[in-house]
């Protein structure tokens, strides 16, 4: 099921070309991390990347959910890419506006007005 | 858009019964919130879910959403709540397990296994 | 006890006139919430700011208490802002001081050294 | 103004008679720290109590504000002896249930009912 | 480097000999991610105990170093189980205390004395 | 064994001149808790540092927990300067680069990319 380090390299490449439709490369992806351990994030970009690939739920769904993570995390330069990935698997700018006031009672006020910031930076990109 | 108390009340409720089908109330609608504060607890309860209701996303994808932000927050008990509201929504457990495996790689290892904990709680629950 | 919109509606007025006496309007109303959901925000805002009118605490007290939330959220801009607020309703810059020095034996140094810079730059700004 | 280990240890001794009047003693203090590391633990008890001892803020308004940091930090057991050391500082049940009802919105739904539940078995307690 | 999934099993077994002399197995590991995830659960375990396998830090280090991390994270349970393995891993109860107190300042008094709980958990555990 | 305030000030001072080799002085010493709270900073800034004299563990191996705990808090400037205190006590690049891989399943993939941002700026802080 969750197969070998090849299966998991050619699973991602298929996600990451449906994210980033242009490039097949994350804006995230030229981070500090590749630089200085660049065996360990390739591996881990590919293990994490290749979860998306599954049947049991679709892309979009996996997106919005990850976004919601993220907003709860508090890591608002992920929840912006995240959100950029959701609306390149279909999901709409209303969808997104949706969650983030379902999710600010759980996560609280400030969190949830640093996810419409990340968004708004998200929905200008997307115009791109 | 957001209306008035009224009408999230009758939205709420109409969410509520979908959620709890059985009873229309759901597992933490008991607690010291409820007792030491009612008035505010109606309110906010309506008001939360109310924003479920709107036509934008469906209730399964709002549902496994509201996991994903409460894993994040490592809320267990509410992780375990909205896990049985997703199944009730129409999420199966396959979906419910691919989306913790998914989400391990953002919130570490620690609250994704809590989070299968929950699941696993869930799960027993909504056999019952 | 909590009424119903019209009533947040004057409530939360009256205290955005105590805390904000120049324009009634926060430093942070102007955010993307506001942005992509404005009817969202604006009933989140009257809600929020109208727990502030009621008798049990006094304003200044009130104020004091959300810093100490915020500093142990690690919020920082909303840490400055709402020390702008206590300032407005009557704290002093010895209270706010003393106030961090209490706190940062629970939230740790790093969040504490924070809220100092936080404050350093809502007492620059309230000099103005 | 901090002072030597021996004023925090005076200023400590009197912020504890008023906070726990019977004993002296918080319900807390006899934990694994105090156990395994007595030294530290003593130098670290009489340097936080101390801080309550300035002039600068009441002892009632610094409780409230260390309730509202530790319900931020989702510390439920800090919770629920600070609300009643808050009690003992003369705090009002209603002005209790008053700031956790405003802290809310900041901290999320999850940690404003666990502080409730924290809440009430302060409350339970204060009565005996 | 990092390797394929036979070398990182491998490499795991190796580091759990190590950590889990009696069993080779941790008390964590009889968890409902093993339960709900077999396969996922059992990629995540080799990858994660493999990164202690390398000669950059030596074993005792890396231990001391996680138990930092899962206190800091407030994951005391997590730490418990570290604590243990630092134990087999050569550490001291007296450096175990040691960095306990060293932590303090950072993650605040709350964290640090849930640390000292589960520190006193996993001495006694190893007794026996 | 935790001494007064002139023995932490001395054991204070004794681990800043190796820490910080050229001037004794931290990067982070000119913060705004300094300026605000001077004597507070001074008396926490002592009894913090004079934790790390003890002879339990050695400073390197401390300098690492300390990194360790902060990428788990997400505190990014507080880890690039303990990095680059890793780096005056002894410990090499290849050996945070290191730590930083076997926290990330314990802290998630965010704090890890922003752990090795922070160690890049400390790599490249500490060749001038």
Known sequence: MTGDRAQWHRDAAAVRARLHPGSGTSALSGNAMVELAPDFAAVLGDWAMSRYAGDALDLRTRALCTVAALVA????????NWIGNALHAGATREQVVALLEQLEVYVG??????????????????VR
């Open 73 to 80: 995390l508090g890591e608002d330069r992920y929840t912006q």
């Open 109 to 126: 006020t400030p969190k949830a007005v640093n996810a419409f910031t990340a968004a708004k930076a998200a929905f200008d990109e997307h």
